[in-house]
């Protein structure tokens, strides 16, 4: 099996970080996409995100014998999102993200043979009582193993 090579200066390293960062988007995006990407190659570190629509997601998964994508890095305000005609699953794993967002986290599970993705929903939890960073200027915790 070929190893890709995914250092940061290969641009298959830069291709990764485009699509861990495209975001999906309800509209038809075929021509935006390819500009953005173009846009995007140029000046990788200085763009925020770029998008996709569903016609880029069923060329996806058409290429690629898929059924749908799983996707994360987006918040999602019940953890999970079904979009592209359900083709596309963003699932956000951080309930209450920073503390502040008041959003759900979730997960997939997909057993056997069944792909059909089933959806775990939960709520954050209280924190323990600790201020923040209170662990940040002890010794490694590690220094032991």
């Known amino acids: 099996m070929a190893r890709f090579d995914d250092s940061p200066s290969s641009s298959f390293y830069s291709l990764s ?6 975001s999906p988007v309800s509209l ?21 995100g770029i998008q996709f629509g569903p016609d880029i ?3 996806f998964l058409k290429l690629n014998n898929l059924e749908y994508i799983v996707r994360s890095h987006e918040l999602k305000q019940q953890g999970y999102d079904l979009g592209h005609n359900r083709k596309c699953i963003t699932v956000f794993s951080a309930p209450n993200y920073c503390d502040t967002m008041g959003n759900k986290g979730a997960f997939i599970t997909i057993t056997g043979d069944d792909i059909t993705p089933k959806f775990t929903s939960y709520a954050a939890v209280p924190h323990p009582t600790a201020r923040p960073m209170m662990y940040a200027n002890q010794s490694s915790l590690f220094a032991s193993m």
Not at 17 to 22: D, E, V
């Open 17 to 22: 970080i485009i699509i861990i960062y495209l």
């Open 57 to 59: 997601t069923e060329r």
């Open 28 to 48: 038809l995006s075929l021509s935006y996409i390819y500009v953005k990407i173009e846009f995007l190659l140029v000046r990788i570190y200085s763009i925020l």
